[in-house]
């Protein structure tokens, strides 16, 4: 098996014929009949895993992978990766957003060596403006933060070896942020610009609190600034308290008296927020390394249709 596409649906019933022709014919051209489209059903609760049974009827180089309940976008790639075959894989988003036309310009990168081959995109066509800024701010603060180098305008979308992916299925964590794991593997790792388009139909599986919960999970899995970052408060706020120490005491000694409850309050509100604010930080890693510590499965798998079954 030369080549693996493997993409996470979501509640994609309506994005999936499209997919399949569009990714199958680029196949066929590239490879033949030398592939397999490992579609996973992440816990649809529409027609999504039906879709995918019917492709597997028709199609031969279909492999439908049903996740026995919705574990995320992550999780849900994580479990296709595990079981796809190929030399060569390619990581791609059902939604159409990202396009499979770029994989023969992704095979020659690396044909010429390169071990890993990630879109970079140039434009993010059809999403709102606070999208847009959101996520060019996210990936500049993530840049700062976590220690390895990820880059800028990056997604999951990238083709992989066979050796590259190995060590990424090697690697057990819970909370995962593929594309900073693909990152921190190194290797021959090459950027492919390209456009983002519009989604092919439905709503995107990313509102602002799965963005929330994607941002703390890539920076905690791949920094510990923030608690540097709390240390420094912690600093900061004591040579703070030492300074109004020393002005409390020569109040005292010169005999006048320090007034202002209202300033009193203010520090008193200010230390307050800024120890819960690091209790919070702690709080994320500790609450990470308890799930980590369970040894938890990273999903289950219901079933595995190979394609062209009666």
């Given at each position: 098996?030369?080549?693996?596409?493997?993409?996470?649906?979501?509640?994609?019933?309506?994005?999936?014929?499209?997919?399949?022709?569009?990714?199958?014919?680029?196949?066929?051209?590239?490879?033949?009949?030398?592939?397999?489209?490992?579609?996973?059903?992440?816990?649809?609760?529409?027609?999504?895993?039906?879709?995918?049974?019917?492709?597997?009827?028709?199609?031969?180089?279909?492999?439908?992978?049903?996740?026995?309940?919705?574990?995320?976008?992550?999780?849900?790639?994580?479990?296709?990766?595990?079981?796809?075959?190929?030399?060569?894989?390619?990581?791609?988003?059902?939604?159409?957003?990202?396009?499979?036309?770029?994989?023969?310009?992704?095979?020659?990168?690396?044909?010429?060596?390169?071990?890993?081959?990630?879109?970079?995109?140039?434009?993010r066509l059809g999403e709102t403006w606070f999208k847009k800024l959101s996520a060019a701010v996210?990936?500049?603060?993530?840049?700062?933060?976590?220690?390895?180098?990820?880059?800028?305008?990056?997604?999951?979308?990238?083709?992989?070896?066979?050796?590259s992916l190995d060590i990424l299925n090697a690697m057990p964590e819970q909370h995962r942020f593929?594309?900073?794991?693909?990152?921190?593997?190194?290797?021959?790792?090459?950027?492919?610009?390209?456009?983002?388009?519009?989604?092919?139909?439905?709503?995107?599986?990313?509102?602002?609190?799965?963005?929330?919960?994607?941002?703390?999970?890539?920076?905690?899995?791949?920094?510990?600034?923030?608690?540097?970052?709390?240390?420094?408060?912690?600093?900061?706020?004591?040579?703070?308290?030492?300074?109004?120490?020393?002005?409390?005491?020569?109040?005292?000694?010169?005999?006048?008296?320090?007034?202002?409850?209202?300033?009193?309050?203010?520090?008193?509100?200010?230390?307050?927020?800024?120890?819960?604010?690091?209790?919070?930080?702690?709080?994320?890693?500790?609450?990470?390394?308890?799930?980590?510590?369970?040894?938890?499965?990273?999903?289950?798998?219901?079933?595995?249709?190979?394609?062209?079954?009666?």
């Amino acid at each position: 098996m030369l080549l693996s596409v493997v993409a996470p649906c979501y509640n994609e019933f309506r994005s999936l014929p499209e997919l399949h022709r569009r990714v199958s014919k680029v196949c066929q051209d590239e490879v033949g009949d030398a592939y397999e489209f490992v579609l996973v059903n992440d816990g649809s609760s529409d027609g999504t895993w039906s879709s995918i049974l019917s492709l597997t009827h028709r199609d031969p180089q279909v492999v439908g992978v049903n996740l026995s309940r919705n574990y995320g976008h992550q999780l849900a790639l994580s479990a296709g990766l595990s079981v796809c075959r190929g030399q060569r894989i390619l990581i791609i988003d059902s939604d159409l957003q990202d396009p499979p036309e770029l994989l023969p310009q992704m095979m020659a990168l690396m044909d010429e060596g390169a071990d890993i081959v990630y879109g970079q995109r140039e434009g993010r066509l059809g999403e709102t403006w606070f999208k847009k800024l959101s996520a060019a701010v996210f990936y500049r603060m993530l840049r700062r933060l976590v220690e390895i180098e990820i880059p800028l305008d990056t997604g999951d979308f990238r083709l992989m070896s066979r050796r590259s992916l190995d060590i990424l299925n090697a690697m057990p964590e819970q909370h995962r942020f593929i594309r900073g794991m693909v990152s921190w593997i190194g290797l021959d790792q090459r950027p492919l610009p390209y456009q983002r388009q519009e989604r092919f139909a439905g709503e995107t599986g990313y509102p602002l609190r799965k963005m929330i919960r994607f941002a703390l999970d890539a920076i905690t899995g791949f920094s510990i600034r923030p608690l540097r970052i709390a240390t420094h408060f912690g600093i900061m706020f004591g040579f703070s308290g030492l300074a109004m120490l020393a002005y409390t005491l020569y109040g005292w000694l010169t005999g006048r008296a320090v007034e202002g409850w209202t300033s009193l309050m203010t520090v008193v509100l200010v230390l307050g927020s800024v120890q819960l604010m690091v209790i919070g930080v702690l709080g994320e890693y500790v609450g990470r390394l308890y799930m980590e510590a369970k040894r938890r499965p990273l999903y289950v798998i219901d079933e595995i249709i190979e394609g062209g079954w009666r």
